[in-house]
């Protein structure tokens, strides 16, 4: 079969075997060179994502210390702001409250309900939480964006 193609081949280039194999030796030297420079260039492109993407993990692991640092920070500042509010309600508490006063003593002014410090307590539970939300979102924002 190779002869019958080397005698094609011959006959189509109009010159000696010699001249066959030398095109021949051409024709696969191309090819192989063409496959090296490929080679050559796939090469150095695994090479350069692979320094990108060291590059990446190296900046993640900074973004992802960053968080875990800001996370501690605002929970921290949170836990403080909820005791601040917990001890300030619970100071005002008025035990009193539910006793009716005797005829002997003149009324100075009416209690509040306990249910008002406890609705007072929990909205300023609930805008503590929302301000350390807020700071918080704000925190991961600019560790993102890099500011």
């Known amino acids: 079969m190779f002869k019958n193609i080397l005698s094609y081949g011959l006959n189509l280039i109009g010159g000696s ?17 063409g496959f090296y420079v490929e080679h050559l260039r796939f090469a150095n492109f695994k090479d350069e994502i692979k320094i990108v993407s ?29 005791s601040a509010v917990r001890s300030y309600y619970g100071g005002l508490h008025n035990s009193s409250s539910g006793k009716l006063p005797t005829l002997s003593n003149p009324a100075s002014g009416t209690d509040e309900s306990p ?6 307590e929990s909205c300023s539970e609930t805008t503590a939480q929302l301000s350390s939300l807020q700071e918080w979102l704000s925190t991961q924002v600019g560790i993102v964006n890099g500011k």
């Open 54 to 82: 060291e590059k990446q993990q190296a900046e993640n692991e900074s973004i992802k210390k960053q968080q875990e640092i800001a996370n501690r920070s605002i929970t921290n500042e949170y836990e403080t702001k909820l």
């Open 17 to 33: 075997s010699v001249q066959t194999y030398i095109y021949i030796a051409l024709l696969f030297g191309g090819f192989g060179a």
């Open 115 to 120: 249910a008002y410090y406890r609705l007072a």
